[in-house]
C-alpha cells in the first residue's frame, strides 16, 4: 500500500489523481490532502478518502471545513504551516504537488529533506529554484517523478538509457488555440476565445498559458533542470494531434517517444506507480483513425512569451521568477478583463526589463523577486 498525500487536491491535476486511488484503492492510500478554498469540495473529499489531515489555504476557510466535518476525525489545518505538517509526515511515500504558485517551493524542499518521493506537478518549483531542487534531490536520493505529460514522456524516453546519451529533447506543443495566427489577429481575442483548447481539458489559468505558449516555456525551463540539460538542447516542436506527447534524440540519431490520446491521468498513474504500469481504462490511439501526424516550427515572433521563456532561462538567477511571476500576474489580470491578451508578453518583458537580477537565489529571494515583480505589474497597470 503505497501512502499519498496531495497539495491541489480540488484542482484539476488533483481530482484526476483521486480519480486513480479510487480506481486503485487496495494499493493508494490518502494520508493527506491540501487546497485553497473549495471547502465543499474538500468536504466531498475526505469523506470519500479518510485522510488523517486536510489543509486549507486561508485560516477561515479552514474553519468553514472544521465545522463542516465537525462528525469526523480528520485534523485540519490551513496555510505554509498546514502545507509543511503534510509535507513531513512520516508514514508519508509519495506527494503529489500540484499546488498552484511559488508556495508550493518550501513543502517541496521538506518534503525531500525527509527523503519522500516527489510527483511533481508545479511548475514554479523548479522553475524558479530548481538550483535549489535538483541538487538537494540529488544529495538525499529523492526521485522526482514528472506529473506534466510532456516532462513524463521524456522520463518515459529515457528509461533504460545513460544520460550521456542524450543528445536533444523534443518538446512538443500543441500550439493552443490561436496556432497559425498573426499577432494583429491576436490584438482582439477574447477570454472566452483562449479557453477554448482544442486537445486538452486543463485549468483556466494553464489554458491561457497554452495559448500564449508561455506554458512551453516554462517546460523549458523545467526541462531544464529535470533532465540535466543545456538549452540548446530543447527544442520546441508544434504537434496540433497531442499524440506524441514528447520524445528524446539520442546520440546515435535514434529517437524515442512516448505517444497516447491526451488524458493527464495516464502521466499522474505513472509516477504514482514508477516503475510499474498498471491497467487504466481509457481510449487508446487508433492509428487508422488518426491516419497522420504533422509538425511546425513555433512561431516565436508572434507568441513572444516562448521566446522571453528562453532569454529569461539562459539568463538564469532570479530572471525565470520574474518571468513566472509577471506571466501569472498578467493571465489573472487578462482573466479579469483588465488587459489583452496581447499585453501579456508586453508585461512580461517590461518586468524582465525592469528587474536586477540576483545570482543563485535563496528562498527568500525568490519570493522577495515574485513580491518585487507583482508591484511592478500593479504600478503599471495603474498608471495605464
Not at 506537478?121 to 536520493?141: C, D, F, R, S, Y
Amino acid at each position: 500500500m503505497k501512502k499519498i498525500a496531495i497539495l491541489g487536491s480540488t484542482g484539476s491535476i488533483g481530482t484526476q489523481t483521486l480519480e486513480i486511488v479510487r480506481n486503485y484503492s487496495q494499493e493508494l492510500e490518502v494520508l493527506a490532502l491540501a487546497a485553497g478554498s473549495s471547502t465543499a469540495k474538500m468536504e466531498e473529499q475526505i469523506r470519500e478518502f479518510h485522510p488523517k489531515l486536510a489543509v486549507m489555504w486561508s485560516e477561515d476557510a479552514a474553519k468553514e471545513l472544521k465545522e463542516r466535518t465537525a462528525d469526523l476525525s480528520v485534523e485540519i489545518a490551513y496555510g505554509m504551516e498546514g502545507l509543511l505538517q503534510i509535507a513531513v509526515m512520516e508514514e508519508m511515500d509519495i506527494l503529489v504537488t500540484a499546488i498552484v504558485g511559488m508556495i508550493g517551493i518550501r513543502p517541496t524542499i521538506a518534503a525531500i529533506e525527509q527523503g519522500k518521493t516527489i510527483a511533481l506537478a508545479n511548475k514554479e518549483t523548479l522553475v524558479t529554484a530548481g538550483h535549489i531542487i535538483m541538487p538537494l534531490a540529488k544529495k538525499k536520493g529523492v526521485s522526482i517523478l514528472p506529473v506534466d505529460s510532456e516532462h513524463s514522456a521524456i522520463f518515459q524516453s529515457l528509461q533504460g538509457a545513460k544520460r550521456k546519451e542524450l543528445s536533444k529533447i523534443l518538446l512538443t506543443a500543441s500550439g493552443g488555440p490561436f496556432r497559425g495566427k498573426k499577432r494583429e489577429e491576436l490584438a482582439d481575442m477574447t477570454v472566452e476565445d483562449a479557453l477554448k483548447h482544442p486537445n486538452w481539458s486543463m485549468g483556466r489559468k494553464i489554458t491561457i498559458d497554452s495559448a500564449t505558449l508561455v506554458n512551453k516555456g516554462l517546460e523549458v525551463m523545467e526541462a531544464k533542470w529535470l533532465f540535466d540539460t543545456d538549452l540548446d538542447q530543447i527544442q520546441v516542436i508544434v504537434h496540433p494531434q497531442s499524440i506524441i506527447h514528447s520524445a528524446v534524440e539520442y546520440v546515435d540519431g535514434g529517437i524515442i517517444a512516448q505517444l497516447g490520446m491526451p488524458d493527464m491521468k495516464l502521466p499522474i498513474q505513472y509516477a504514482l506507480f514508477y516503475p510499474d504500469r498498471k491497467p487504466m481504462d481509457t481510449k487508446r490511439v487508433d492509428f487508422y483513425e488518426l491516419s497522420q501526424m504533422t509538425f511546425e516550427r513555433p512561431d516565436m515572433e508572434t507568441f513572444t512569451g516562448l521566446k522571453l521563456a528562453f532569454e529569461a532561462a539562459r539568463m538564469g538567477g532570479s530572471m525565470p521568477t520574474v518571468f513566472n511571476a509577471a506571466n501569472e500576474m498578467a493571465v489573472s489580470l487578462f482573466l479579469n478583463k483588465k488587459i489583452k491578451f496581447l499585453q501579456i508578453a508586453e508585461l512580461i518583458q517590461a518586468s524582465m526589463e525592469h528587474h536586477k537580477k540576483v545570482e543563485a537565489p535563496g528562498v527568500e529571494e525568490i519570493l522577495a523577486a515574485e513580491a518585487e515583480t507583482y508591484e511592478y505589474i500593479r504600478q503599471v497597470v495603474k498608471q495605464a
